[in-house]
């Protein structure tokens, strides 16, 4: 009959047991996760006086709880800072007194900072996505030991994910909310760094490059984040990535000369490459594109 919070976003299965856990010392309890699937638990998690916006881009589903006058906290307990900062806004927004944010903080804190020493992650990391948790990563990435230059969502800025950025920021990492396919990239090649985490495409460019790529939403966003559990839970993968930067090279090596572009492949000669086609078919959009810009102003 504890006091829930009710929690907003996709979580791994093991994260509101884990949540849970870290919330008893505060005398809270895990609620409902949202969206849900059915309207009971919606119901449920009404009752809920604190809502946690652990993935900040469900904006709607906020304006509702909202309405319901339910107070909202932003970012998560993910590695050491984030958790210590998470029980603190979540026990202040509950009226928990100091000595029960401290018993829950030192539940917690010194297993999660032993878990971070012993699986430490060494190496430069971009990272890109659409999940909505990618800022939650790079920071457990950078408390595991990597360096993060930065950081690219296609989710929006809200006021959920402010302290997120800025952590990130005092640490030097270049946050770019909405960021495009041309903005990851962008950064990945500038940086060159020894691992690239992103979407397919930005995957794809990084290993045409001779990096190391990791596809964010099947080896990543499928992970556990939080607690005790999310502070090893990256680095096997991410340093298994990163050390196959030599076979990354070979592999380049290997297949140089095969040509990109109109030489992919083998040709027995060269390919016939008609520029006249192609400063035509150019013309033609043109005119196209002027056409339809012409059209909006009528």
Not at 43 to 60: E, N, Q, R
Not at 222 to 228: C, E, F, I, K, T
Not at 261 to 275: F, H, K, L, S, Y
């Amino acid at each position: 009959d504890r006091p829930t919070v009710a929690m907003l976003g996709e979580m791994f299965p093991a994260d509101p047991m884990m949540i849970g856990q870290m919330l008893a010392p505060l005398g809270l309890a895990a609620g409902p996760v949202v969206p849900c699937r059915e309207w009971r638990e919606l119901y449920a998690a009404l009752d809920s006086s604190v809502v946690a916006a652990i993935h900040p881009f469900y904006t709607a589903s906020v304006r509702e709880f909202e309405a319901a006058g339910r107070p909202i906290v932003g970012s998560a307990p993910v590695g050491r800072d984030g958790t210590a900062t998470w029980l603190a806004n979540i026990g202040g927004a509950y009226g928990c007194s100091a000595e029960q944010i401290a018993a829950a903080q030192n539940a917690v804190l010194p297993a999660i900072t032993s878990a971070l020493a012993a699986t430490p992650i060494l190496g430069t990391v971009t990272l890109s996505g659409y999940e909505g948790s990618e800022l939650l990563v790079a920071r457990l990435l950078i408390e595991s030991g990597a360096n993060v230059p930065y950081v690219g969502t296609a989710c929006p800025r809200t006021p959920w994910n402010a302290d997120d950025q800025a952590w990130l920021e005092a640490r030097d990492v270049k946050v770019q909310f909405r960021a495009s396919l041309e903005d990851d990239c962008a950064a990945m090649e500038a940086v060159r760094p020894d691992l690239a985490i992103g979407t397919t495409p930005v995957v794809q460019k990084a290993k045409e490059m001779g990096i190391p790529g990791l596809y964010f939403t099947n080896l990543i966003s499928a992970r556990p984040l939080m607690g005790v559990a999310g502070a090893g839970s990256l680095a096997t993968v991410i340093n298994a990535a990163i050390g196959n930067k030599d076979r990354m090279h070979a592999m380049r090596a290997f297949f140089e000369g095969v040509g990109m572009g109109d030489t992919a492949g083998v040709w027995e000669g060269t390919p016939n490459v008609r520029e006249d086609f192609r400063a035509q078919n150019v013309k033609k959009l043109e005119r196209q594109a002027k056409a339809a810009k012409a059209a909006e102003m009528i």
